[in-house]
């Protein structure tokens, strides 16, 4: 082996050792467990779902810092869990109109700062503004079919009655999407209806199999672990978003601080619930790690893993969705993920 190769092989082996990812992540204040990632014996002999021998990934890179920090993420319902190859370029699509007007702002934010070591692909909002533009498998709930309904992460927000135009794309831009917008609230000057996500959780899967096979395969999988798993501890799950009976945030009367008073405590109620969403979502980087997955909770956490199979998902579950902690090994990275003083990512 030659001496290149030989410190090929010594990096890889080095930024896999699961302790000393462990170690960075708990100095960069990320609340890590240290349970095993699965939790049945292998092989398996608790009737998990198994991937084909043909669906091979990468499990030799490092997966830590294969996410790009964003500024916000949106899920665009479509009602399909399959799309063009680029979604932003179908024409006439929701996507495709947000994309553009993002390209005509030029708003930037100045990254934060902070203390603890940074770690590639654990980021905070604020260290950006790019936003993610997804298609997701959820059906509009607006009343009129033909107008989208958007959910926006980190805000943990749904808007509904968003048309698939230029003007559609420019007023959700003007009115929940531009970085400057620090929370997204509902604006009462628009036909726009606004409402905080009804969910302790929302857990996506990358479904689109025309960008890779692999993740067709996966999603269905994940999903029907997932929601077993989930309502063996007592959760009810949906796959797709159920209509809202709580008025809008449009019609809050009262001061803006008042509405982000009430905001706040909404967020912090859903803990309790028990409710999760899951939904496929497009294409969002690093098909190769398949099964990808992203777990976004109401006080603005988004956790992406990567090569989660059913055999991990009882203890995704366990230690993520209901603990509020890291599982190293699967880590590809995370918004809002690093909670200084909190033992738990649930913890505001």
């Given at each position: 082996?030659?001496?290149?190769?030989?410190?090929?092989?010594?990096v890889?082996?080095?930024?896999?050792?699961?302790?000393?990812?462990?170690?960075?992540?708990?100095?960069?204040?990320?609340?890590?467990?240290?349970?095993?990632?699965?939790?049945?014996?292998?092989?398996?002999?608790?009737?998990?779902?198994?991937?084909?021998?043909?669906?091979?990934?990468?499990?030799?890179?490092?997966?830590?810092?294969?996410?790009?920090?964003?500024?916000?993420?949106?899920?665009?319902s479509?009602?399909?869990?399959?799309?063009?190859?680029?979604?932003?370029?179908?024409?006439?699509?929701?996507?495709?109109?947000?994309?553009?007007?993002?390209?005509?702002?030029?708003?930037?934010?100045?990254?934060?700062?902070?203390n603890?070591?940074?770690?590639?692909?654990v980021?905070?909002?604020?260290?950006?503004?790019?936003?993610?533009?997804?298609?997701?498998?959820?059906?509009?709930?607006?009343?009129?079919?033909?107008?989208?309904?958007?959910?926006?992460?980190?805000?943990?927000m749904?808007?509904?009655?968003?048309?698939?135009?230029?003007?559609?794309?420019?007023?959700?831009?003007?009115?929940?999407?531009?970085p400057?917008i620090?929370r997204?609230?509902?604006?009462?000057?628009?036909?726009?209806?606004?409402?905080?996500?009804?969910?302790?959780?929302?857990?996506?899967?990358?479904?689109?199999r025309?960008?890779?096979?692999?993740?067709?395969?996966?999603?269905?999988?994940?999903?029907?672990?997932?929601?077993?798993?989930?309502?063996?501890?007592?959760?009810?799950?949906?796959?797709h978003?159920?209509?809202?009976?709580?008025?809008p945030?449009?019609?809050?009367?009262?001061?803006?601080?008042?509405?982000?008073?009430?905001?706040?405590q909404?967020l912090?109620?859903?803990?309790?619930?028990?409710?999760?969403?899951?939904?496929?979502?497009?294409?969002m980087?690093?098909?190769?790690?398949?099964?990808?997955?992203?777990?976004?909770?109401?006080?603005?956490?988004?956790?992406?893993?990567?090569?989660?199979?059913?055999?991990e998902?009882?203890?995704?579950?366990?230690n993520?969705?209901?603990?509020?902690?890291?599982?190293?090994?699967?880590?590809?990275?995370?918004?809002?993920?690093?909670?200084?003083?909190?033992?738990?990512?649930?913890e505001?």
């Amino acid at each position: 082996m030659s001496s290149l190769r030989r410190l090929r092989a010594w990096v890889f082996n080095h930024e896999l050792d699961p302790n000393k990812i462990r170690d960075q992540l708990s100095a960069s204040a990320v609340p890590v467990s240290s349970a095993d990632c699965r939790t049945c014996s292998d092989p398996c002999d608790d009737g998990h779902g198994e991937y084909p021998a043909r669906f091979k990934v990468d499990t030799e890179t490092q997966m830590l810092g294969t996410v790009s920090p964003y500024r916000r993420q949106v899920l665009i319902s479509t009602g399909t869990t399959d799309w063009d190859l680029e979604i932003t370029w179908t024409s006439g699509s929701l996507a495709s109109h947000i994309s553009k007007a993002y390209r005509r702002t030029t708003n930037a934010l100045s990254t934060a700062v902070s203390n603890l070591p940074h770690i590639s692909g654990v980021f905070g909002g604020s260290e950006s503004s790019w936003i993610s533009i997804l298609n997701a498998s959820h059906k509009t709930i607006s009343e009129d079919p033909n107008l989208e309904t958007v959910l926006i992460f980190p805000d943990f927000m749904v808007v509904t009655d968003v048309p698939s135009t230029r003007e559609g794309g420019k007023l959700l831009w003007e009115t929940a999407l531009d970085p400057q917008i620090p929370r997204v609230l509902g604006s009462p000057e628009t036909k726009l209806q606004t409402w905080v996500l009804p969910y302790s959780c929302v857990i996506t899967f990358c479904s689109h199999r025309r960008r890779d096979g692999r993740c067709g395969i996966s999603a269905p999988k994940l999903e029907h672990a997932f929601m077993h798993a989930l309502q063996q501890r007592g959760w009810t799950v949906d796959t797709h978003l159920e209509h809202i009976i709580d008025p809008p945030l449009e019609n809050f009367s009262g001061l803006i601080a008042d509405k982000e008073k009430h905001v706040l405590q909404s967020l912090k109620d859903l803990r309790n619930e028990k409710k999760a969403l899951i939904l496929y979502n497009s294409h969002m980087g690093g098909h190769q790690y398949s099964g990808n997955c992203i777990i976004y909770t109401p006080n603005g956490a988004s956790v992406w893993y990567g090569r989660v199979t059913p055999h991990e998902v009882d203890a995704v579950v366990e230690n993520t969705i209901e603990g509020g902690l890291i599982l190293p090994a699967l880590l590809r990275g995370g918004q809002n993920i690093s909670k200084p003083g909190c033992s738990t990512l649930h913890e505001w």
